[in-house]
């Protein structure tokens, strides 16, 4: 938690002031998680503060929010052209990467739980630069960020604008300071379920909105969702199971519940499945279309699972 709010010093994030008239100030809170590496091990534990952004009303408090996000095509060309030209990959983290980004509006935080000022308990912080939990802070990191490689002699993607091109890098002088260490891994999924699943969904029971059904979690539901959805970039298998359950998730019933599940179940049962790059295969692109999306409102599933698993398996690309 010190290390947090040091970190907010360094940034000059905030301004310790009187809250003026006809202001208000949004709670702070304190969350807190484990960072664990590839194999599962626990190697950091991370207090973060958050503002209560939920507090804040569109129109009012902020006005554009919309940042760019990478998408999973994307992810997935960038890994084979990376294999197929023998890139050596790195990642990168950025410490409290939102703590960059500059902040438009005129906001005021309560002083954070447990590290209130004694001399002025009564005071607010003015916020200079973005924090976690307001809406306008992914765009502002964004901003700040796709500033700073144009500038430097990125050049943007014409199709996706997270990504960025630069030639001619010199890998001794370009890599940052904090440089992490070479990409190893996405993504790693486990589950604790037993028994495994032949297929991701039901080949003949589609999903359905079903108002009478009874309610389930929807954060846990949107969390288990969020996690497969970056699974997909290297298991198409599950793209068309995840997505028409990513549809329900305003309302989850119990059926959707138990559809994610199977997707869980199925992902134990198949655990070796994944994308494969040789170097020496040759780097052509093909696209699939469904001529017959348009009549039903979920596609025939039996036909998506067969296309799904011929990506992942050669012999039945035929």
Not at 1 to 15: A, G, I, N, R
Not at 161 to 173: G, P, R, S, W, Y
Not at 303 to 314: E, S
Request: contains cysteine; aromatic residues 12%.
């Amino acid at each position: 938690m010190q290390e947090e709010l040091l970190q907010f010093k360094l940034q000059k994030v905030w301004t310790l002031v009187d809250l003026l008239k006809g202001k208000r100030a949004i709670g702070t809170k304190w969350v807190y998680r484990n960072k664990k590496d590839k194999r599962g091990i626990v190697v950091r534990n991370k207090a973060r503060l958050v503002t209560q952004g939920y507090t804040l009303e569109e129109g009012i408090d902020y006005d554009e929010v919309f940042a760019s996000v990478a998408r999973i095509e994307t992810i997935r060309l960038y890994l084979a052209y990376a294999s197929f030209m023998g890139f050596i990959m790195y990642q990168m983290d950025v410490k409290s990467a939102f703590l960059y980004g500059n902040i438009e509006e005129e906001v005021y935080v309560c002083q954070p739980p447990g590290f209130e000022d004694p001399q002025f308990p009564d005071k607010v912080y003015k916020v200079e630069k973005v924090l976690y939990g307001l809406h306008q802070a992914p765009r502002a990191w964004y901003e700040t960020l796709s500033t700073y490689l144009l500038e430097n002699g990125f050049r943007r993607g014409t199709i996706d604008k997270t990504l960025f091109i630069k030639k001619d890098i010199d890998d001794a002088q370009e890599i940052p300071d904090e440089f992490y260490g070479r990409a190893h891994f996405l993504l790693r999924v486990t589950s604790t379920i037993e028994e495994g699943s032949s297929t991701p969904t039901e080949t003949n029971k589609a999903l359905i909105k079903n108002k009478k059904a009874e309610n389930v979690d929807v954060h846990l539901y949107r969390s288990m969702i969020g996690s497969l959805m970056y699974l997909i970039a290297f298991r198409p298998d599950i793209m068309f199971a995840v997505c028409a359950c990513a549809r329900f998730q305003v309302t989850p019933k119990t059926s959707h519940l138990h559809a994610v599940k199977r997707i869980f179940k199925y992902l134990k049962g198949q655990p070796k499945l994944g994308l494969w790059y040789p170097k020496d295969s040759p780097f052509d692109l093909e696209a699939f279309s469904d001529s017959d999306y348009a009549r039903s409102s979920l596609p025939q599933q039996e036909v998506v699972n067969f296309l799904a698993r011929g990506v992942m398996d050669p012999k039945l690309n035929a």
